[in-house]
């Protein structure tokens, strides 16, 4: 038999199910509101307790009458508020299977696409998706099973709270991780946020990406043109988001058609820059504006990309070398319509003359000497010995329509085999672990030409010095005279081809040389062993 306290109690409990069963929405509101003051932050245990062994009681009839009214959205807060309190107490797994079998996760998406549900209400929809995402890798993929990262990724798209879709973002980092089974679907999803027209939707689904990339390891082939069209908008927080995702993507197989695609975005098309130019514009009797334009903004976004990616690792910068990036970013030099497109080109540009002497030469061949003075020092005098100061960022500022024409119509091209065979230890551009792709290395300059040696070998040395320390009294008739110079001439001369020859590697049939031999003047003396000579190679 049961005792005393358990009768009372059990009296009590069928008094408020009666209650609750009998009252309207106002009351009901009172009760849920009561409750929630009374219950949170309770552990499994301590709700049965005050149910007296009767919790699910109460919970059926809150999933009930949440299935009723979620259309509506009446008192739909509280009563999300008050299940929660069953899901995320401690040991409430058995609360949790109960409103699963109810299809509580269906209720709960369908709340998420209906527009005349308050904000609030759907954000506490999202909190208890959190928490059955949490409970384990079952869950999550029971969630993924009923469309709800389709679900969940549109909300997140159309949400105008900030908070809300912060906590969007926390449940899909929940659902990328231990959940193998579904974690390609949660990637696509977050890639096909990236158009979307909420920048801060766009910031979370960057920042979840660069985790969702370094759990798959693997790429899908939309990612690009996604990442592409995002770098016009005009939000710096997304660009910078976009540009530290492009960052670990070129350790791909998307590397190369990422960096082409970078490459091509510094020179729009006509096409595209006229389309976009309003027809008011075009009025001769209303004022010439420049307009922002979407390409320009991603035209600079992709400067500075260029750069980022070229500082942090020298084998992308080859490989940007070998897209003709000096071109590119030349020409957007000189795009006199957008200054910051300018003025990131000439930043990234910097970079690369400074580090490739090949790419110095070329600049400066195809700006001219004044041009490439103004842009790399400043006309500002310097203190002796000191390095030259960049004027890369200010020179949009002073070049004028023909300089900046000569920059936008230039022909520089670095691509064409100007360096050699790589050196060992240089990181390739593509996935980790992949064999390094046969690419040209680092550029250098060309080795600078060897000088000839005075005298090629030791015997060579010893003929000339012969031929000039010869006492003067030989030479006096001019029969003696050239017979002396003909025998020593004929002498060095196969003593020099014994040798071995002007430079390294000559062969021994080389080229004719002809010796000069200037003896001292009378009266004079011999410096040395050198006197004046002079070695000369003939075809």
């Known amino acids: 038999m049961t005792s005393i306290k358990e009768q009372a109690a059990i009296s009590r409990l069928l008094s ?27 552990t499994a245990p301590e709700l049965e307790q005050e149910f007296s062994q009767g919790g699910s009681l109460f919970l059926v009839r809150l ?47 369908e709340i998420l696409g209906m527009e005349k549900i308050k904000e609030e209400d759907k954000k506490e929809s999202i909190r208890l998706l959190q928490v059955i995402a949490n409970t384990g890798r079952k869950y999550k993929e029971l969630i993924c099973e009923s469309y709800g990262v389709r679900s969940i990724a549109e909300f997140l798209a159309k949400s105008k709270s900030e908070e809300t879709q912060e906590e969007v973002q926390i449940l899909m980092d929940s659902l990328v991780h231990g959940n193998p089974k579904y974690q390609n679907q949660v990637y696509k999803g977050l890639i096909a946020l990236l158009p979307c027209a909420s920048p801060k ?66 020179i729009p098309s006509v096409k595209e820059t006229s389309k976009l130019q309003p027809k008011i514009l075009n009025d001769s ?3 010439q504006f420049t307009a922002h334009l979407p390409v320009f903004l991603q035209q600079a976004a992709a400067a500075k990309a260029i750069g980022v990616l070229a500082r942090s690792n020298t084998s992308v910068a080859e490989e940007l070398l070998h897209l003709r990036v000096v071109h590119s970013l030349m020409a957007a030099m000189g795009n006199t319509d957008h200054s910051n497109s300018q003025r990131q080109a000439s930043l990234t540009l910097e970079y690369l003359v400074q580090m490739f002497p090949v ?32 004027n890369a960022g200010d020179l949009y500022m002073k070049i004028d329509s023909f300089q900046a024409d000569i920059l936008a119509a230039n022909k520089v091209n670095v691509s064409k085999g100007e360096w050699g065979a790589r050196g060992p230890g240089a990181r390739s551009c593509g996935p980790p672990g992949a064999a390094p792709q046969a690419r040209p290395p680092r550029l250098s300059p060309a080795p600078r030409p060897q000088r000839c040696a005075s005298a090629a070998s030791p015997t060579a040395t010893r003929a000339f010095t012969a031929a000039l320390t010869s006492p003067r009294s030989r030479l006096t008739s001019p029969t003696s005279r050239r017979k002396i110079r003909k025998e020593r001439s004929d002498g060095a001369l196969q003593a ?28 004079g003396r011999l410096r040395g062993a050198r006197g004046s000579c002079r070695l000369a190679r003939t075809q």
């Open 16 to 42: 408020f199910l009666q209650d609750w069963d009998n009252a309207g929405k106002v009351a009901r509101s009172h009760i849920l509101e009561s409750f929630i003051k009374a219950n949170q932050g309770k």
């Open 201 to 266: 939707a766009q910031q979370l689904s960057l920042q979840t990406l660069r985790t969702a990339q370094s759990i798959i390891g693997t790429t899908h082939p939309s990612i690009v043109d996604c990442m592409l069209k995002v770098l016009r908008t005009m939000h710096l927080e997304v660009q910078y988001e976009a540009i530290e995702l492009i960052k670990d993507l070129v350790n791909y197989d998307v590397c190369q058609a990422l960096l082409k695609g970078l490459v091509a975005l510094l």
């Open 359 to 390: 790419v110095e030469e070329h600049v400066r061949r195809s700006m001219g000497e004044g041009l490439y003075q103004l842009f790399l020092e400043p006309p500002q005098p310097r203190a002796p010995g000191s390095r030259p100061q960049s």
């Open 285 to 287: 009797s209303v004022p």
């Open 63 to 109: 999933t009930t009458w949440l299935r009723l009214i979620y259309m509506t959205g009446s008192c739909l807060d509280k009563l999300l508020k008050s299940i929660g309190i069953f899901l995320s107490a401690v040991s409430s797994n058995r609360y949790l299977k109960e409103f699963l079998e109810v299809g509580g996760v269906l209720t709960l998406l």
């Open 496 to 523: 020099f081809r014994k040798g071995r020859g002007c430079g390294a590697g000559s062969p021994a049939g080389g080229p004719w040389v002809t010796l000069t031999a200037t003896p001292p003047a009378p009266g």
